[in-house]
Each structure stands twice: as C-alpha cells, then as structure tokens.
C-alpha cells in the first residue's frame, strides 16, 4: 500500500540555521508534491507545490526539492526564526485532481 | 482574501447523538473535503465531494457518515449515530482548480462523552 513517511517526530534546530526536512514516499510514483504547514489547533495551510519534472522550488526562505529517484522530497528553512516553529506536512498527488493525503508531519522548534 | 469558513467551532454531544457540522468553502471552488485529526495524530483524509456527489473516501467513512451541499454555499458533514472515537478535530477544505492548494477552515472541535 502507498505510504508517506517524514523524518522524525521533532526536530530541534538553532535560531539562525538551515532546517531541512524529509519526507519519503513509497509504492506510488506522485506526479506533485505539496507542502503545508499546520499550527496547533489550527488547520494546515498550503506553503508550496513542485511537480516531478521541477527538480527545486523556491519561495522566499523555502526551499522544496523533488527526488523521483530516491522517492524523496526536501523541505528546507533558511535563516530558520522561532515563527517557524510548527508541524510540516507532505503529501505527494498522482495527479492535480487526487486526494490530498498527509504524511503524519515533522514537528520543528526553532529554538532562540 | 477569500477563506473556509466552519461552524461550529465547538461542539460537545453524548454518544449516540446526530452531529452536523457545517462549512462554506470558498465561493468559486469546486471541490470540497473533510478531513479528521484526532488529538495527536495525523490529519486523515474521510471524503472529496465534486459535482454534488462523493468523489472519493476513505475507509473511515462509513455508513455513520454523510456529507451534503444543501444550498449553494453550505457543504456538510453528518455523523449520525456518534461514537467516543469520533471526538477528533474536523477540518474542512476547498481546491483552487488552479494551483492545486487546498484552503482549510479553521476547524471544528467535537467533544463526544
């Protein structure tokens, strides 16, 4: 069965530095992948989409790489703040019209 | 900006009772979903709705549940007999056809004793 795995339930990182995050994927070959991020208490908001032909992404200090190779996606947080503090979801789509399920997430603190 | 919008935003109900939660997805979106998120645990996908009929669900979306576009606004998820395990937090979506994002309420809490 299709399955949607992201690196580690938190993830501790310096106020300052790169945090990045994995999220992999296997029995399915996604032609997108989006990330959102989810506060708690609060409902995920929609941050990027690659496609499997985009190898990066970019969006200000967001970084998404796609790996179709590996099965694996790439978030990264540059000049990480403790804003960034939250849980970031996966999900990858066999097309643009698929359900969107989520990975469980990767909580991240930026610590100050 | 243009937003889903969720009522309510707390509901408590004994076990055994009907609950409905309503939503309004963003006005020219056409397809819309509700997804669960038990304390703790992952957010879970229970249905897509298109054309005015379930395009999708999941195998939590049993016969308990059902979902309705009664007007041209409201979208709405009905657990008819509700159980303990229910009590989760519900979120409701919509899609921009064009960039493919989904735009989430801010959620419903249900609370069942």
């Known amino acids: 069965s299709q399955k949607i795995e992201q690196n580690s339930e938190a993830l501790n990182i310096q106020e300052g530095k790169t945090a990045t995050l994995t999220c992999n994927y296997t029995n399915y070959s996604p032609a997108y992948l989006q990330w959102y991020r989810q506060d708690p208490g609060r409902g995920p908001v929609f941050l990027l989409l690659?496609?499997?032909?985009?190898k990066e992404k970019r969006k200000e200090r967001l970084k998404v790489t796609f790996d179709t190779t590996l099965k694996q996606s790439l978030f990264h947080i540059t000049a990480s703040q403790p804003a960034d503090s939250a849980t970031y979801l996966c999900a990858p789509l066999m097309n643009r019209d698929d359900k969107i399920i989520f990975g469980k997430g990767t909580r991240l603190h930026i610590l100050p | 900006e243009p937003e889903v919008t969720q009522t309510p935003s707390h509901q408590v109900t004994q076990m055994g009772q009907e609950v409905i939660l309503r939503c309004v997805p963003i006005s020219n979106h056409l397809y819309f979903y509700w997804y669960r998120q038990i304390l703790g645990q992952k957010v879970e996908f229970l249905v897509s709705f298109y054309n005015n009929e379930i395009s999708e669900k999941s195998e939590i979306f049993d016969d308990q549940f059902s979902v309705e576009r009664p007007d041209g606004s409201n979208f709405t998820l009905k657990i008819r007999s509700t159980k303990l395990e229910d009590s989760a937090m519900y979120f409701c979506?919509?899609?921009?056809?064009?960039?493919?994002?989904?735009?989430f309420g801010e959620g419903s809490r249900l609370t069942v004793l």
């Open positions: 690659i496609r499997e032909n985009e």
């Open positions: 979506a919509s899609r921009d056809d064009l960039t493919g994002e989904l735009f």
